[in-house]
């Protein structure tokens, strides 16, 4: 296992205690250390017996005293300390299995893991836990877990996940609430598989085990060009993502009634699809999905709304933004409220059909640098060009083909601005990058 710290916080008491960068945590309280789930539920307790190995191999045996849950004031090199558990399946819709060749060895990897799931917010299908995993989630509290169903019919889950051992999803589900760990469900909707009744059926499963699975969230079949020897799917239309709407909104009336929330929610690209307004924003709650594209049109026009009035009316400065099929009568509507507002500060909105992966993926999330460069090149294109974080791969400045924001700069021969696509910051970044009069 990979115990060994990368970061000790100044302050902490791992500072305190004269550890540095490179030491080991050999063990808590004379037990070892498999991974960060081990460690987390060890150094939860209020008096620790810890032996360090020092990275000169000297070993230190360690007594704290301490508040219970009280940060020790370490990081790793690695989050989980272990390799990530990949993906036992072969999912008929997964996206990952849609690439092509060539791109980034990590886009590969299919993970899998509850702890990444407990630490990160990654959604796992528990196919590849045995039983005693199941029984260690339990015992440590791990808690809440993401947890991708797709479907509580045992025979449609094997075979929608092509895993003979996928069928016992509900059983499963069941232990981990009778226990009190809370859990977030996820559904890939694929139109012929898990759609209509089968997915009313399933939100049901999912309402019985209501308050410990908090909430589920249902995601429209995403499909690549790069599709040859995968199963035959189809795609959502107009008629049946309206379809579907109108489906699961009579279990959401019956569930508000109930509880006061709709539980079940759909992401927005339904909406888009269907061309319907999406639900008011009481309608999200805390906007906990927004991960999975549930509540993003609202949650942004409502910060876009909130935010405007700390617009600069006496700047100037003009700024391209750049934006998927699907996001861009959205972001076109939010320019047009800044233009209005203050009309010194020239917005554009160009959407960028995804050429790399085909036209049927239209999130912003899914550009490539190339298409970006390609459909921008003979543009009339402002002083800055705006991009969606979600764009970029989580901590650095490289789009999903590699195509780094310095290659785009030095391509357009513009600058090139980060946003994170709320109406605080754009509006925030605005301020900041026009020109007081």
Known sequence: MNTKISKVYKGSIADELGLETGDKIININGTEIKDIIDYRFLMADDYLEIDIEKKDGELWCCEVEKDYDEDFGVEFESAIMDNAKSCSNKC?????????KGMRETLYFKDDDSRLSFLQGNFVTLTNLKDEDIDRIIRYRISPINI????????LRKKMLNNRFAGNIYERLKKLASSGITMNCQI????????????????????KLYPSIQNVAVVPIGITKFREGLCKLNTFNKETAEREIKSIRNLQNRYIKDIGVPFVRLSDEFYVL?????????????????????????YFRQSIDNTLPNLN???????????????YPEIKKAAEKINEVNS???????????????????????????????QLKDKDINDYIILSRNMLKSGE????DDVSIKDLENRLKKSVIICEYTG???????????KEE
């Open 274 to 298: 269907a061309d319907m307004e999406v639900p008011k924003s009481s309608f999200y709650g805390e906007f906990d999905q927004l991960e999975d594209g549930v509540g993003m049109i609202r």
């Open 313 to 327: 009316k006496n700047a100037s400065g003009s700024f391209t933004l750049v934006t998927g099929v699907s996001a």
């Open 148 to 155: 991708s169903v797709h479907t509580t019919n045992a025979e």
């Open 397 to 400: 400045k490289v789009l999903l």
């Open 188 to 207: 890939v909707d694929c139109p012929g598989f898990n759609d209509d009744e089968e997915l009313i059926k399933t939100v049901e499963d999912l309402y």
């Open 344 to 374: 010194k500060i020239k917005v554009d909105v160009i959407k960028i059909v995804n050429n790399f992966f085909g036209e049927t993926i239209t999130v912003a999330g899914l550009l490539t640098g190339k298409d970006i460069m390609e």
């Open 92 to 100: 008929i819709f997964c996206f990952i299995d849609q690439l092509p």
């Open 424 to 434: 605080e910051d754009l509006i925030d970044l605005i301020n900041k990058y026009s």
